[in-house]
């Protein structure tokens, strides 16, 4: 029997780390992101680049859109750390290692990583294995879903300060998420405090792909079923805008993954870039 208190991530959040280490080792630089921590926290085994779901070739639209989202999300703390932002908040936060690869950021941040209990106490012992630690400046926060935990009030219970402006990313979420408990989540966030910003990817349906992305959409979702975790929530660009504004959003902006590619892949020789249907909700408030 699984022992739920030291249970290690999700297959999502571990596919993620290796996609982001593997664009590090079969994409040509300039990386759009180089993290291969993530690799060594999810400790695969050697032959992770055999898995099936790390073919090179099969992978390339969804690892682009993995490091493009974390690299875009991560020049935002950087611009809004500039301006006097404090707190840091990742949502689903799985193997995120915004505070081990960037401690010159980092510590000028409280940075809070929310995710369920088990992958937090593996999270928590991997970063003491490796050498890393929990500096006091990092906060994992413990919150168990399922047995109906509120994020928020474990958040402040963590240290945060609701008072205070904040950046918070939740990347990989909605697509898993109910489309109220979705807008249940932007109601929340729309209450921190003046000057912050969200940053939140939502995946498109797909009549809005054309048909070779659908089709590996369409690969996916099976995928994602077969494990348990399927897909619930996809939003046209003009429905997650309104549900931003609904909650209370004071300014609300779509970021597309055209607006990705010339950001972080324009002038590329190889054709990577970013078309996996996944795409950005940018709001203030």
């Known amino acids: 029997m699984t022992d739920e208190s030291t249970a290690g991530p999700d297959n999502t959040a571990v596919r993620t780390a290796l996609w982001r280490a593997l664009h590090v080792q079969v994409d040509p630089p300039p990386h759009v992101l180089a993290d291969e921590i993530g690799l060594r926290l999810a400790d695969p085994g050697d032959d992770w680049r055999r898995r099936g779901d790390m073919d090179p070739d099969a992978t390339r639209w969804f690892r682009a859109s993995i490091v493009a989202r974390a690299r875009f999300i991560e020049d935002l703390v950087i611009e809004r750390a500039d301006r006097g932002v404090g707190q840091y908040v990742v949502l689903g936060a799985g193997l995120d290692t915004f505070a081990q690869r960037r401690p010159d950021i980092a510590s000028r941040l409280r940075v809070f990583e929310v995710d369920q209990p088990g992958p937090q106490a593996w999270k928590r012992r991997r970063l003491t294995e490796l050498g890393y630690g929990v500096p006091d400046r990092l906060r994992l926060v413990p919150v168990d879903f399922e047995a109906g935990g509120s994020w928020w009030d474990e958040l402040t219970a963590a240290g945060f300060d609701a008072a205070r402006p904040a950046v918070v990313a939740s990347t990989g979420v909605t697509l898993y998420l109910t489309k109220?408990?979705?807008?249940?989540?932007?109601?929340?966030?729309?209450?921190?405090?003046?000057?912050?910003?969200?940053?939140?990817?939502?995946?498109?349906?797909?009549?809005?792909?054309?048909?070779?992305?659908?089709?590996?959409?369409?690969?996916?979702?099976?995928?994602?079923?077969?494990?348990?975790?399927?897909?619930?929530?996809?939003?046209?660009?003009?429905?997650?805008?309104?549900?931003?504004?609904?909650?209370?959003?004071?300014?609300?902006?779509?970021v597309s993954a055209d607006l990705l590619n010339e950001r972080y892949f324009a002038g590329r020789t190889d054709g990577l870039g970013t078309s996996s249907g996944e795409e950005l909700l940018v709001a203030t408030t």
């Open 180 to 254: 109220e408990a979705n807008a249940a989540t932007l109601r929340r966030l729309a209450s921190l405090a003046p000057g912050s910003t969200l940053a939140m990817t939502f995946q498109l349906p797909p009549e809005l792909l054309d048909e070779e992305k659908r089709a590996g959409l369409q690969v996916a979702q099976r995928g994602a079923r077969a494990s348990g975790t399927p897909f619930l929530s996809f939003y046209a660009p003009s429905e997650m805008l309104a549900l931003a504004r609904d909650a209370g959003f004071k300014d609300a902006r779509h």
